[in-house]
Structures are given as structure tokens and as C-alpha cells.
């Protein structure tokens, strides 16, 4: 397979990244499970408001700080000003966007917005919460990696297998595209390598690799609809925690999986070796998953 998707849906006067597109449908269909969610728990939809504003808000703040922290301290350490703001200041001044998310500290970041949600505005136990906020986040972690998938990032490793896709894009920069076809318009320039048979030298250089985003994408989706039966057709949700710790065992468990397949991000995996990062980073939760799954208690009746 030859992957070379546009940049977005280009309206014109201005493009709709896919990227982008993904979180809005994963914030999006959030906020409907959610809703679906607090009406049956007899909760009112102003809070649901409050929650989706603070998850937004924690998600999009720790994916970026855990991308900072986890895989490129060494390059923020000395550009601290791009860590929240989406410029370049060497040699100038660049617009680049959010180069650079992390699950691992989204994850962090959404527990920690959970406690404070809870103390503040529900008035609900945090395992009660988390137990019914993990629905919404498996789900939109499917659409984050098709995101991925989108952008060409994350990729897998080089395969010979059928399975495997050329992802030109990140093989080729922009610059490069443009200046081997010698195609101002760089859309035009990547498209020329994926059809054009005089680019064909080019095409061959790109190596076939496995669509790891796609793997961990369907993974989530199992994930999703387990703990969704689990909630509505079960009674799992009344031990609380029990759903939070299926949650942390099965999502990172593929996470760990499919970074088998992963080409490497860099980061803290050169202290430990053996595991890449997200291997690393994800063995946690999934140990406090385990712990929740056999700790798991109905809460007490109080007549």
C-alpha cells in the first residue's frame, strides 16, 4: 500500500487537518458516551459541560508535557518557549503547530482532572468517575491514532510482509519533495512520487513499512467495546475500580504490544534499554491496573 494523504480538506480558504479532525470526533463523540452516561447515573448535563472543558483541557496540556518530558527533554531544556507555544525561533519565526503528544502524560493529566472534578463539582468517589470516564477515553483513542495514521507519524517498523505501507510522506520532507521533482506545490510534488513512473526511483527508496497506528487503533477499538459491554450490560461498574483497572490493563497492554512493531521515538529508553519508552512508561499503569482489578470493592449500602 502507497500512503500519500493530503494534508487535509482544503476549503479553500482555509484546510481541515485530519489531525485535528480526529480530536474534534474523539472530544466529540466523548461528550455523547458521557451524556449517555450521566443521564443514566441521574447526573445533570452542566456538569458533563465542566468535565468536558477540564479534559480537554488536561489531555491536549499533559500529551504535550509528557511528549517533552518523556521523549525530547533534551531539545526543550534549551527551547522552553516552544513548549506551550506553536512556534520555531531559530533562524526566525515559524508557525509548526503542537509537534509532539504523549498519551502517557494526557493519561496522567486526565486522572489528575478527575480528582479535582470530583472534589469540586460532583461530589462523587474518583474511582466512580474513572470507572465511567475510561468509556470515552478508549474511544478516542482510536481516533487519535487514525490521526496518526493521517499524519504519517508513528510509524513501524521495515517489513517485507504484505502488510506493509509506504508512508512517502515521512520519508520525504517537504523540502525534499519539492526540491527532487523539482514541483513547487508541495501536495503535487508528493503525489508526482506516488504515480508519476519518471519518479519511480523515488517511489522504490521508500521502504514498505508496518502501519503500527492502524494495529493500535484496532486494539483500541476491542478495548472500547469491552468496557462498554462490561458498563451497560454488566454489573462491573458498581465495584469500584474494577472498570478503571480493566481499562489500564487492556490499553496499555496493546500499547506495550504494538510498540514490538514501532519504530523508535527516542527518549528515556536509552537509561533502561531492553523496552522502548512506551513500553517503559506503559508497565505502570498497567501494574496499577492489576492492583485495581483485585482490590475492587462494591461500595457499602448505608440503610
Not at 490499553?251 to 528515556?268: N, P
Request: with cysteine.
Amino acid at each position: 500500500m502507497i500512503w500519500n494523504p493530503s494534508e487535509g480538506i482544503d476549503l479553500g480558504f482555509f484546510i481541515i487537518r485530519y489531525y485535528s479532525l480526529m480530536f474534534v470526533v474523539a472530544f466529540g463523540l466523548g461528550w455523547y458516551i458521557m451524556k449517555y452516561i450521566y443521564e443514566r447515573e441521574g447526573e445533570t448535563l452542566d456538569k458533563l459541560d465542566t468535565l468536558f472543558i477540564w479534559t480537554v483541557v488536561a489531555t491536549l496540556l499533559g500529551a504535550r508535557l509528557g511528549h517533552v518530558f518523556f521523549y525530547d527533554w533534551e531539545y526543550f531544556r534549551n527551547h522552553p518557549m516552544e513548549i506551550l507555544l506553536p512556534f520555531k525561533f531559530d533562524d526566525g519565526f515559524e508557525f509548526t503547530g503542537f509537534r509532539g503528544l504523549a498519551s502517557h502524560g494526557a493519561a496522567v493529566a486526565i486522572i489528575v482532572a478527575v480528582y479535582f472534578y470530583c472534589k469540586k463539582v460532583i461530589k462523587r468517589p474518583m474511582l466512580w468517575m474513572l470507572d465511567r470516564i475510561v468509556i470515552p477515553v478508549a474511544s478516542g483513542a482510536i481516533f487519535v491514532r487514525l490521526g496518526n495514521f493521517f499524519n504519517s507519524e508513528i510509524i513501524g517498523k521495515v517489513t517485507p510482509s504484505n502488510l506493509g505501507v509506504k508512508f512517502i510522506r515521512d520519508f520525504y520532507s517537504s523540502a525534499d519533495a519539492v526540491r527532487l521533482t523539482k514541483i513547487n506545490d508541495v501536495n503535487q510534488a508528493y503525489n508526482a512520487i506516488a504515480t508519476q513512473p519518471e519518479f519511480a526511483n523515488l517511489l522504490a527508496a521508500v521502504p514498505y513499512r508496518y502501519p503500527a497506528q492502524l494495529f493500535e487503533a484496532i486494539g483500541y477499538v476491542f478495548v472500547f467495546l469491552i468496557l462498554f459491554f462490561l458498563y451497560w450490560k454488566t454489573k462491573t461498574a458498581e465495584k469500584h475500580g474494577l472498570l478503571f483497572g480493566y481499562f489500564l490493563v487492556l490499553l496499555w497492554t496493546v500499547r506495550f504490544i504494538v510498540e514490538f512493531v514501532k519504530e523508535s521515538q527516542g527518549g528515556i529508553e536509552h537509561l533502561f534499554g531492553l523496552f522502548s519508552t512506551g513500553q517503559w512508561l506503559s508497565i505502570p499503569f498497567i501494574l496499577v491496573g492489576i492492583f485495581y482489578i483485585f482490590m475492587a470493592e462494591k461500595p457499602l449500602e448505608i440503610e
